[in-house]
């Protein structure tokens, strides 16, 4: 890890310590306990900065190292409830830990929509840190919640449930085997990402039913980035159609006992779009992914050393022409597990052998 990191002059940052003491610190109404050196804050999430005028960058560059060596850590937004609808966080979790994100004195034009307030929160974080917002980026999944709107003034009244139950991601060996996350546990895993997406990875033995197609897809983010209750709207129009033309297609012959699992790129409105409408159908044995693909590929990549050590390999050793590519296609062919490094290159000598 060491060559993530930027060295910061430790004499400047002293410096700069001795200027910042004089402002007031936003943190001094909390009372802090550490855990592996992370404060968690006691009194919540304000959206009051009034009279907050300095960010306290040990306490976030702590939290961005802590970041970087977590497995998973997810951050929630939540839009306010005033007219504004400006959005603040809700819940900041690292290995599933739920903790409290300092506060934040943001300005209110990154809190309009959720891009302009991820890239805000990865740039405070890099520059507190010494680690660019990219790697962060790979590090953390951001999402948005939206707010249960049902009328709760009529309990009696006879009300479609718009909920589905999510699949973790779970990678702890110790937990409940019936909460791990296993391919196998599914009849039918469905990835409603653009073909593009799909094409570029997705999820072993997943088949891609898009609820959005590229150039779609595009033209939705497109108007996103200028003002998203617009392309919601947009892209609602595209997507129930799609989706329609999906259960007349595919699912009014399937049986109602299909064990399903919808996942989009972080979970979001494409994947449960779908699985709410077929869980109104009657496919109660469907979840969502939790974090979708992008969670999936967190826990790969923070696996993949775990996984190589699990696994004894044996090297097929010769000279040019000797037949090792011949060898390894007919063990291949007999079901055996094989690795073949100059396919993979595309590559026809041995220089890879």
């Avoid at 507190?128 to 249960?148: M, P, R, Y």
Wanted: hydrophobic share 35%.
């Amino acid at each position: 890890m060491k060559g993530l990191f930027k060295v910061v002059n430790a004499q400047r940052l002293s410096s700069n310590r001795r200027v910042a003491s004089s402002c007031p610190n936003i943190f001094s109404h909390s009372t802090r306990n550490y855990s592996n050196g992370i404060p968690i804050l006691e009194n919540g999430i304000s959206d009051n900065f009034e009279g907050q005028n300095s960010v306290d960058f040990d306490l976030l560059k702590r939290i961005s190292w802590f970041i970087l060596n977590a497995k998973q850590s997810s951050i929630e937004f939540q839009h306010g409830d005033d007219d504004l609808q400006q959005l603040s966080i809700k819940e900041f979790k690292t290995d599933g830990e739920l903790r409290k994100f300092p506060v934040l004195p943001l300005a209110k034009e990154s809190r309009k929509n959720s891009r302009d307030m991820k890239l805000a929160i990865l740039n405070i974080l890099a520059v507190s840190s010494g680690v660019t917002a990219e790697i962060l980026s790979n590090k953390i999944t951001f999402d948005t919640i939206e707010e249960d709107t049902t009328d709760t003034d009529h309990p009696t009244l006879n009300q479609a449930s718009l909920s589905v139950v999510f699949q973790l991601i779970n990678d702890d060996a110790s937990c409940d085997p019936r909460k791990r996350f296993e391919i196998d546990n599914f009849d039918l895993i469905i990835d409603v990402r653009s073909p593009n997406e799909f094409k570029e990875d997705h999820i072993p033995n997943s088949i891609n039913m898009p609820v959005l197609d590229d150039d779609e897809r595009c033209r939705v983010g497109t108007i996103y980035s200028n003002d998203p209750r617009s392309a919601r709207g947009a892209g609602a129009v595209i997507i129930s159609r799609r989706i329609s033309e999906m259960i007349n297609d595919k699912f009014l012959t399937l049986s109602k006992d299909t064990r399903i699992l919808v996942y989009c790129w972080r979970g979001g409105l494409r994947s449960k779009s779908l699985a709410v409408i077929l869980n109104q159908c009657g496919f109660s044995n469907l979840k969502l992914l939790k974090g979708g693909y992008k969670n999936f590929r967190n826990l790969v990549t923070s696996s993949l050393n775990e996984m190589i050590q699990s696994h004894q390999y044996m090297v097929l050793a010769g000279n040019t022409g000797s037949g090792k590519s011949l060898i390894l296609e007919c063990l291949k062919e007999k079901g055996e597990r094989v690795l073949h490094l100059e396919e993979l290159a595309n590559h026809k000598g041995s220089v890879l052998g």
